[in-house]
């Protein structure tokens, strides 16, 4: 390929010194200001310029053994496209990212690159890795701004049907892979609207809407059906799509949606939202612009998150831009084990969150009218180590106090949905609740031709992760339909 | 898209009590008795979950009924027949508990006579003897009487203010039946306002008579994704969307249920008090 | 406290732990999920293992032994304050059992506790403290797995 040749003069650009320490420092994302965004639901971070995409695609060493893409969970060649920036030919450096990624402006921006491919970057060893997810959103959004790209052409028609439940990030994945392959896929979806917790959880200031709508249409155009309002085992059971329908297999990715509460006292006040509700509201029916928009949230002053993940981030942040004076994250451990990317949790700090770390809630509090009035917590404090050397959080006693709130957002978690096991039998559900599967590479349930991944068979996981195992799902759906081949418990 | 085949205005009385019949082949073949749809009238609109009133799997045609109480049922009420809606998903919720029990009292109060004919139906098809009780504040607000009367083996009204067939409440006749003519009663279906199925369920609790209670909160999905239905049911938490949306009325906590459904008032009322004015001038 | 022999100690905590199987393999006939109901028969089986050992205990006591060292109390991670227990019904999930379960330890722990200090006879004291001290481990185990899977539930 001629590029490498421009990549290595790039590289050479650096002061002419092999594997030197760059002299560039990390581009830092240009953002907008923590108060004004605090305040409005536009995109926090405005993407590189052009200019500092090519000074940070300069600070790639290229190397000969990349690790950065043994870093990615679905494996995007890192530094084949990051030289593509480098010699600025920007269509190209998508194509090789959508070789391997369908939604490169989706994880750009909420990919946990600093655990992935960031961490393992042979830059990180001696100080800043280079900013591949910020690269990679720089390209996507190139391509949305100036158009060109092509549409991906699908191989010649199997003849083989396809069934996708859930039009979340891995059902989104899998479609692409599974029309790219020949075979006629329609996803059943059980919202208004397609991407799943692309459109009902992530808020519009970390994922403008538009782009998910974009990658959706993309698909479309390549022949993949998508069908909303279909709530798959109640409209339609997964064994009617089979025997019925004549779909050949199926792909359930319908995500962990049931929020878990923390069986506390006061948990059904007025005031207590899961996450899911308080985003949902918000995000998917646009409640933030209520009554332009019908459906109605409550603007609170004093709000507690309990969580610290994402999500817990997304539903404190949105809870400043709804207005509240006082936000807070509550969360049992410290702040090394926040689950939230580092880049989110900054990002909410700098607006004004409060963090109440170590700190685990035991009562919500309520007033005659049956409305929140305050969160009852205790302190906790790290145990000895145990067995595996985990300190594990421990109550101390008698540190109880009250946060004076108005509103409690609880964002522990989430548990697999019932309702697709209330009407197929067969399909086989693990201690905690999720789809049993062979396992998570072949993606095979306990039911022949019926194939499961993402959240709804490992719990609540990220994006990325999720579009992983659509890919694996693809891959050992286009093997089953050719072999036929099934597994025995 | 869902188009509206048919308009009916019930009760012209504000709030109007609406039924459309929908265009819904899908939902009106997969839909069994106690389940219930969501709505999305339009592409700003609210998640609107109302219950299956009847249907017909033939025609693949669908009934929902509505009063006109809120900005979103106020602006669903403004369509006409052949306006589509934008979005209709359904049927949600697990179906009525259908077998031959014997006697079955199936209880409606106002609109919720409505969601309680397709259980009547039901229960009369699999072989009980249906006594439907229905209850409505005035004659005007009485709904669904004849396809009641076709659908239970005898029917019984009140209404608030005499207007109508015999004075007082559903609570009244369901004793009289039960306490004065000994009916023996084996199984109680309640849909009606929560104040409602609260007292039903104390009449029929001293007897220990099964009392099925379909409940109807707040929901935004209504897949079981946001929790907003929840309610307290034998001190555990349940969601109306999946685990719901009939319980056992014995074991619903409805003091709390009444005070999770007045949650948005303020925001309905600011939002009806719009809806009311840009109604008034697109009229 | 009145006097109480060490064999009625001992049964009355057998009494427990059988209640306590009883109510496992209950939970586990009525539970329509697999998985957790084989969980739940697991746990039967781990109180039938705490009633042999109560069934050992008694024959060294019988025989004039000495009541066996403790192994100490196991501090609680707090959960079981204010983590309430739910029904078991058909649905219940493997958080409910691990509520349930956590709410049985905890009261037996504080049951035997005050037992213990309401004892005048040192060695029903110290038999009691015995048993206060295996069920703080139990009720920490339960807290840890609680721990453990509101760690693994956690959004990212």
Redesign the interface.
């Known amino acids: 390929m001629s590029e490498e040749k421009k990549e290595g003069q790039a590289g050479q650009g650096e002061g002419g010194q092999k594997q030197a320490k760059p002299k560039v420092p990390r581009q830092a994302m240009p953002e907008q200001d923590p108060h004004v965004r605090a305040k409005n639901f536009d995109e926090v971070t405005l993407g590189y310029t052009e200019e500092q995409a090519l000074l940070e695609a300069s600070r790639c060493l290229q190397c000969k053994k990349p690790f950065c893409t043994t870093g990615c969970p679905v494996g995007i060649d890192i530094k084949s496209f990051i030289g593509l920036i480098q010699s600025k030919d920007y269509l190209s450096a998508l194509a090789k990212i959508k070789e391997s990624s369908l939604l490169p402006a989706v994880c750009g921006r909420v990919c ?1 690159q600093e655990m992935q491919c960031e961490k393992v970057c042979i830059l990180s060893k001696k100080g800043d890795s280079v900013a591949i997810g910020r690269l990679e959103r720089f390209v996507a959004d190139f391509q949305a701004k100036h158009g060109g790209g092509r549409i991906p052409k699908a191989a010649a028609p199997s003849g083989k049907k396809i069934a996708i439940v859930g039009a979340g990030p891995s059902g989104l994945t899998a479609a692409f892979d599974l029309t790219v392959m020949g075979h006629k896929v329609t996803v059943f979806e ?3 609207k397609a991407g799943g917790v692309l459109v ?1 959880g992530i808020p519009e200031f970390r994922l403008p809407k538009a782009i998910v709508e974009r990658e959706v249409k993309v698909l479309e155009q390549m022949g993949v059906e998508i069908k ?4 798959i085992g ?3 059971t997964i064994d009617q799509l089979m025997s019925e329908d004549g779909f050949d297999a199926v792909y359930i990715c319908n995500g962990a ?9 006061g ?4 005031g207590v ?5 308080f985003l ?2 918000s995000n998917l ?2 409640a933030f612009r ?9 603007r609170f002053k004093n709000v507690a998150v309990v ?6 981030m997304d539903a404190v942040r949105t809870a400043l831009r709804l207005g509240a004076d006082n936000a807070y994250i509550v969360y049992r451990r410290s702040k090394d084990e926040l ?2 990317r580092k880049e989110e949790v900054e990002h909410a700090m700098h607006e004004g969150v409060q963090f109440k770390l170590l700190v ?1 809630p ?2 919500v509090l309520g007033n005659e ?2 409305w929140v009035k305050g969160l009852e917590c ?1 302190e ?1 404090e790290l ?1 000895l180590p ?1 067995d595996s050397g985990r300190r ?4 101390k006693p008698g540190s109880e106090f009250t946060l004076e709130v108005d509103a409690v957002v609880v ?5 697999s ?3 697709l ?2 009407t197929t039998p067969g399909l ?6 999720y789809i ?1 599967v062979e396992n998570e590479e072949t993606c095979r349930t306990t039911k022949k031709g019926v194939f499961a991944g993402g959240d709804i068979v490992t ?4 994006v990325i992760l999720a579009m992983g195992a659509g890919r694996s799902a693809a891959k050992n759906i286009d093997q089953y339909l050719k072999t036929g081949e099934w597994w025995s418990r | 898209m869902y188009e509206i085949l048919k308009k009916t205005v019930w009760s012209a009385q504000e709030p109007r009590i609406t039924e459309f019949v929908l265009d819904a082949p ?2 009106a073949r ?1 839909h069994k008795a106690g ?1 219930f749809v ?1 709505i ?1 009238p339009r592409e ?4 609107i979950p109302l219950t299956i009133a009847d249907k017909d799997a033939e025609k693949g045609t669908i009934n929902i009924l509505f009063q006109e109480v809120g ?2 049922t106020m ?1 669903l009420g403004s369509f006409k027949e052949g306006d589509k809606l ?7 919720g ?1 179906p009525t508990h259908v077998e031959k029990f014997g006697t079955v009292v199936c209880i409606g109060g106002g609109v919720g006579i409505a969601p309680v004919h397709p259980i009547a139906k039901a229960m009369k098809d699999a072989g009980n003897k249906v006594i439907s009780i229905l209850g409505a504040r005035t004659k005007d607000l009485l709904i669904y009487e004849d396809l009641m009367r076709k659908a239970s083996t005898e029917v019984r009204i009140t209404t608030d203010d005499g207007s109508y067939v015999k004075k007082g409440f559903v609570t009244d006749e369901l004793k009289q039946m039960i306490e004065v003519e000994k009916i023996p009663v084996d199984l109680v279906v309640v849909i009606g306002p929560p104040i409602m199925m609260k007292f039903v369920c104390k009449v029929t609790e001293p007897h220990r008579l099964k009392t099925f209670a379909s409940l109807n909160t707040i929901m ?2 209504g ?6 239905c ?3 049911v034998g001190g555990k ?1 349940k ?1 109306v969307c ?2 719901g949306p009939e319980f056992d009325g014995h074991e619903v906590d409805y003091d ?1 249920m009444m ?2 459904q ?3 008032l303020p ?2 009322k ?2 009806a008090d ?1 809806c009311r004015k840009k109604l008034c001038h697109s009229a | 406290m009145e006097e109480i022999t060490l064999r009625e100690i001992i049964d009355y905590a057998r009494i427990n732990e059988e209640n306590s199987k009883r109510f496992y393999l209950e939970a586990a006939e009525k539970s329509s ?4 109901r ?2 739940l028969q697991h746990l039967a089986k781990e109180e039938q293992k705490h009633i042999d050992h109560l069934n050992e205990l008694e024959k060294k006591v019988e025989k004039g032994g000495k009541i066996p060292k403790s192994q100490g109390v196991a ?4 959960y079981a ?4 227990s ?1 029904r078991l019904d058909e ?1 219940a ?3 409910d059992v691990l ?1 349930a379960a956590m709410a049985k330890e905890k009261e037996a722990f504080e049951s035997y506790k005050k037992y213990a200090a309401l004892s005048d006879d040192p060695k029903a004291r110290k038999l009691f403290l015995l048993l206060a001290d295996e069920e703080s481990r139990h009720l920490r185990g339960f807290e ?1 797995k609680y ?1 453990d ?2 760690r ?5």
């Open positions: 946990p059980a919202l208004h009902y909303l309002n279909y709530v109640k409209i339609k949606g049931l929020p878990w509460f923390m069986g506390i006292p948990e059904n006040l007025n939202y899961s996450a899911n509700e949902t509201r029916m646009k209520f009554p332009e928009y019908d459906t109605p949230i409550k969580g610290g993940g994402n999500v817990a689950p939230a685990a035991v009562k009218q049956g205790i906790m145990g145990d594990r959080p421990v109550a964002s522990i978690g989430t548990s949905n019932p309702l096991f209330q086989g559900q693990t201690k905690k609740g049993e719990g609540s996981a990220t | 899908e939902i997969a389940q969501i999305i700003s609109g609210e998640r900005a979103s602006l934008m979005h209709v998903a359904g049927p949600l697990k935004v999905d897949t079981g994704m946001c929790g907003a929840r309610v307290t938490t969601f999946v685990d709390e005070a999770r007045r949650q948005y925001e309905e600011q939002a719009i | 999920v697999d998985n957790v084989a969980y501090k609680p991670l707090g304050d204010y983590v309430g739910v649905t999930s493997y958080q509520r840890e721990d899977f509101m693994e539930i956690e959004h990212n």
